[in-house]
């Protein structure tokens, strides 16, 4: 963290205490001013040189200013700043939503335009998701949000790349971390129903009201051994909604591949087993969405995002992190540093 951000807050608890800062600046410019009687002041012959002319006066003005702003930041410190502001609520008013990715190296392929560019899949993915995260905020600069989220990444097996946080900040770090290499062996495959499973194993022990999967593939299931469809009926059991999205072009995309003779651009015709999706969304209770396109998985997530939507009653109640320790130290410090300074050339003697 850097020294900046360490005087950085959201908002103060007692604002009215900044009404002093008026009175700490008349003090300061009065003493600045004032010319004191009934006392002298006695400096050695060399501390004498070296505060003389212009650079004597701003000497002789540093411990008052350092008075004031050792009291300044003494006043922040007591208005008490707040940081990370987030609503507190009940974990059982609130919403657990595990998002499913798949990273199997056809995911690399690239048939979704976004701007003028021909993209990637995940990366596509990627940004849909990070939409996804944003309609989820109260506000957009907000770090912590109301709703749980987490994030299963899979191929050839499932693993939790994000646990359940309302950190969306962790989340979207590791979203940032997600990535495919082509060349290992565990992205030839899908293992869809692992991926299911998995969330349900993690939302299993949730208090949260409504417990929801959000399930993204471009392929079929052939690897792992939970099917979907099995994995769909479990789901069912623990009353968790998946929703599902079959994404990728239906005219196939272009896949880069690494050969002895460098990386050569191959056009690919992957399906999605839509048969399958529309099966584990049914059981649930769910919906599947296909995504042909950036524009229709960008809505296939906004659209989720509205049927999930959290409506509570926040009322006044906020979890926070003081910040006003950094101000206490630096006016603590300032004020030590002027007496120290006012004794050592300027002390008076009657």
């Known amino acids: 963290m850097s020294l900046f951000n360490a005087f950085r807050f959201d908002m103060l608890t007692h604002p009215w205490m900044l009404g002093f800062l008026i009175l700490v600046a008349v003090i300061f410019f009065l003493e600045v001013a004032a010319r004191p009687s009934g006392t002298i002041r006695v400096s050695t012959g060399d501390t004498l040189a070296r505060i003389r002319g212009h650079r004597g006066m701003l000497l002789r003005r540093m411990p008052p200013l350092l008075r004031a702003l050792g009291l300044a930041f003494l006043l922040v410190a007591l208005a008490r700043p707040l940081n990370g502001m987030r609503p507190r609520v009940e974990s059982a008013e609130v919403k657990d ?4 990715v798949d990273v199997s190296g056809s995911m690399l392929e690239r048939d979704l335009r976004l701007g003028n560019r021909l993209r990637d899949r995940l990366y596509v993915t990627k940004e849909a998701v990070r939409d996804f995260v944003d309609d989820r905020k109260i506000r957009s600069t907000d770090r912590y949000g109301l709703d749980r989220l987490g994030m299963v990444l ?3 097996r499932a693993w939790i790349q994000c646990p ?3 950190d969306y900040g962790v989340f979207e770090r590791e979203l940032d971390r997600v990535q495919i290499d082509r060349n290992d062996e565990k992205t030839h495959k899908t293992a869809i ?3 299911v499973g998995l969330a349900v194993a993690n939302l299993d022990k949730s208090e949260a009201i409504s417990k929801v999967i959000i399930l993204l593939t471009d392929g079929i299931n052939n690897s792992g051994n ?3 469809i099995t994995a769909a009926e479990i ?3 623990f009353g968790i909604r998946v929703y599902t999205i079959g994404a990728g072009s239906t005219s196939g995309g272009v896949a880069t591949r690494n050969t002895p003779f460098g990386p050569i651009s191959t056009g690919t015709n992957a399906g999605v087993d839509e048969e399958t999706l529309r099966r584990i969304a049914s059981i649930t209770g769910g919906k599947y969405y296909r995504a042909t396109d950036t524009k229709s998985l960008r809505g296939a997530y906004q659209e ?3 049927l999930e939507a959290t ?4 009322g006044n109640v906020y979890d926070y992190d003081d910040g006003f320790v950094p101000y206490a130290l630096a006016g603590t410090g300032l004020m030590a540093i002027s007496i120290l300074s006012r004794r050592r050339w300027f002390e008076s003697v009657p």
């Not at 939503?97 to 499913?100: K, S, V």
């Open 164 to 166: 359940l946080t309302l």
């Open 311 to 314: 409506e509570i009653e926040i």
């Open 235 to 237: 789901a069912k059991e």
């Open 154 to 156: 899979y191929a050839s």
């Open 193 to 195: 129903g692992s991926a």
């Open 226 to 228: 939970l099917d979907p």
């Open 97 to 100: 939503i595990l998002l499913c």
């Open 304 to 306: 989720i995002n509205e």
